[in-house]
C-alpha cells in the first residue's frame, strides 16, 4: 500500500484546511487509515483513526469537534477535515495505515506499516 498525504499550508487562526490521504496498491478491505501530526521539536502524535470501510472514527481529544475524518470508498481516499485551526495545530501531518488493528492501539504508530510521506500545516496567529 501506498500512501499520498496532500493539502497541507497557510492558514490563519481560525480557518479551515481539508487534507487528503489517497491510497494506491492492494486492496484497502480491513484497513485502519490514521492521521498523526509532529511539531517541531516533538514526538509524532496521534490525531484520528478511521477503519475502511465501516466504523466510527475516534480522534484525539485535543481536536475533538474541530476535526473529523472521513472516506470516500471509490476514491480509496480518506480526508481530514480540520476547521477552528490553532497555533498549536502547527505541525506536520501523516496518514498511515495497517490492516486490522484494534481500537485500543489506534493512537500508537507502532501499529501502522504503511507511511505517507507528510504534508506541512502552519496555523498563523
Known amino acids: 500500500v501506498q500512501l499520498q498525504a496532500s493539502g497541507g499550508g497557510l492558514v490563519q487562526a481560525g480557518g479551515s484546511l481539508r487534507l487528503s490521504c489517497a491510497a494506491s496498491g492492494s486492496a484497502f478491505s480491513n484497513y485502519v487509515v490514521g492521521w498523526f501530526r509532529q511539531a517541531p521539536g516533538k514526538g509524532r502524535e496521534f490525531v484520528a483513526a478511521?477503519?475502511?470501510?465501516?466504523?466510527?472514527?475516534s480522534y484525539a481529544d485535543s481536536v475533538k469537534g474541530r476535526f473529523t475524518t472521513s472516506r470516500d470508498n471509490a476514491k480509496k481516499s480518506v480526508y481530514l477535515q480540520m476547521n477552528s485551526l490553532k497555533p498549536e495545530d502547527t505541525a506536520v501531518y501523516y496518514c498511515?495505515?495497517?490492516?486490522?488493528?484494534?481500537?485500543?492501539?489506534?493512537?500508537?504508530?507502532?501499529?501502522?506499516?504503511?507511511w505517507g510521506q507528510g504534508t506541512q500545516v502552519t496555523v498563523s496567529s
Open positions: 478511521i477503519r475502511w470501510p465501516d466504523s466510527r472514527p
Open positions: 498511515a495505515a495497517s490492516r486490522n488493528i484494534i481500537v485500543s492501539s489506534y493512537t500508537n504508530e507502532y501499529a501502522y506499516h504503511y
